[in-house]
């Protein structure tokens, strides 16, 4: 079955899907894509179709090990073959534009990993791209949404739990940073964009507005830092720049009146994947931890004092009661890293074929909101300055 190389994506049983990317967002993606209709009951089979990456060897071996049926080490040739319906992207970030913006132009729905590019620049030009093709439908991996934990807490934001919000405390911190780290990508400027901020509060400044349902408005101050300047060369006994921010801070206002803090790096001694975030409203409070994923901890201050504290919430019920929860194991057989990216897989399939996700699914327009907010960050940080939202377009 072959279907046109441009116009609308095929509607079929099949849905027919290419992967740029081949090592660690390549292998998660490609045991989502592998295992989301064996859990999931869905309009649509996933067909593995074709794996992309540089090295002919690797790739050969990676697509047998995760059954993808054909590869190739040429990224154009997968965005324009006529019989994929949708281009997962999976590379270092600056190399999400040119792939993705193919791939929209040959009328594929197109998965881009986060954050969507480098760049603003970038960003606008794929968040317009995704706009012109109309018949396209694009998503971006910002896989925490669909922990059930946090699934649970936007629910529950939703029914008016907490009341008024007035604060958001988000970190995401990780330590592998150091000096004995060597160069690679996620050290260059000109491939990354930057660093921590891009990788680690991308995510949370997504995980900050998909909660809250609300923008942000102005960030206040911020402040970036380089702690190691350059890194040993893989394969050499030389040294190269590393040229993008271990950390970045920054304090911002919500449009709706809550403030907020956030802190992401790469050289926070002691903690390994600390991604975690509070809220507190004037009705009650959430926070999560996803170093324990499957809890959400939730304060209901309507209780009074007599009995209100923070209540440890197992959000594995297979009742129904906890989004995503009852497609996998039993109570409390806990889920993982992988099943956030399975579940994203579940609602992109479901997405594609005009059923509603479970909850809201990123799209390249939602992702450059989150890049702008990224982008002000960083022009406070140099400037020195506030920064209002509606000075970056
Ligand atoms: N959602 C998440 O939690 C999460 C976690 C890690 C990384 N990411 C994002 O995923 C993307 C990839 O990160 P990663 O950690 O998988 O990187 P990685 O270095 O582990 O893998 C990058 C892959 O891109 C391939 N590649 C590079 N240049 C290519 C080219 N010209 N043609 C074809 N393939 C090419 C490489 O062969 C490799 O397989 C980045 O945008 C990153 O920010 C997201």
Redesign the pocket.
Same mark, same amino acid.
């Given at each position: 079955m072959r279907g046109p190389a441009t116009g609308n994506p095929r509607m079929s049983n099949e849905l027919f899907v290419g992967l740029? *990317?081949?090592? /660690?967002?390549?292998r998660?993606h490609s045991n989502a894509w592998g295992q989301v209709n064996r859990f999931f009951d869905l309009p649509r089979r996933v067909e593995l179709q074709a794996a992309? *990456? !540089? =090295?002919a060897d690797e790739l050969a071996a990676f697509s047998a090990r995760f059954g993808w049926k054909t590869h190739t080490?040429r %990224?154009e040739d997968l965005a324009s073959d006529p019989k994929l319906d949708l281009v997962d992207v999976?590379? #270092?970030?600056h190399?999400?534009l040119a792939p993705a913006i193919a791939a929209l132009e040959a009328g594929k729905h197109v998965a881009c990993?986060? #954050?969507l590019a480098g760049t603003l620049g970038e960003a606008r030009q794929l968040r317009d791209a995704a706009k012109k093709a109309k018949r396209s439908k694009t998503f971006v991996? /910002?896989?925490?949404r669909r922990c059930p934990a946090v699934a649970l807490a936007r629910q529950l934001i939703q029914e008016g739990k907490l009341g008024e919000i007035h604060h958001v405390r988000a970190q995401y911190l990780q330590s592998w940073g150091g000096p004995d780290t060597p160069l690679? %990508? !996620?050290f260059q400027k000109k491939q990354a964009g930057s660093g921590a901020h891009? =990788?680690l509060n991308a995510?949370i400044v997504d995980l900050a507005r998909f909660l809250t349902g609300d923008e942000i408005g102005e960030i206040h101050g911020a402040v970036a830092r380089t702690f190691v300047q350059e890194r040993g060369i893989p394969g050499t006994d030389k040294k190269g720049k590393s040229d993008v921010d271990d950390t970045v801070l920054f304090l911002a206002s919500f449009r709706g009146g809550a403030v907020a803090s956030f802190e992401a790096s790469r050289v926070a001694t002691g903690h390994l994947n600390a991604n975690q975030i509070e809220l507190n409203g004037d009705k009650g409070a959430l926070r999560f931890s996803f170093e324990s994923m499957n809890e959400l901890w939730f304060h209901d201050a309507t209780l009074g004092p007599r009995t209100a504290g923070w209540r440890r919430i197992v959000a594995t019920s297979t009742a129904g009661e906890h989004p995503y929860a009852a497609n996998w194991w039993p109570d409390a057989h806990v889920l993982g890293y992988e099943h956030g990216f399975t579940n994203m897989a579940a609602d992109i399939v479901r997405s594609i074929a005009g059923i509603e996700p479970v909850v809201a699914l990123p799209d390249f327009a939602d992702a450059y909101e989150t890049q702008r907010v990224l982008e002000a960050a960083l022009v406070s940080a140099k400037e020195r300055i506030a920064v209002r939202l509606s000075e970056i377009r």
């Open positions: 740029i *990317g081949q090592k /660690f967002m390549g998660a992309c *990456g !540089r =090295d080490t %990224w999976a590379t #270092p970030n190399l999400h990993e986060k #954050p991996w /910002f896989n925490y690679s %990508w !996620r891009g =990788d995510h």
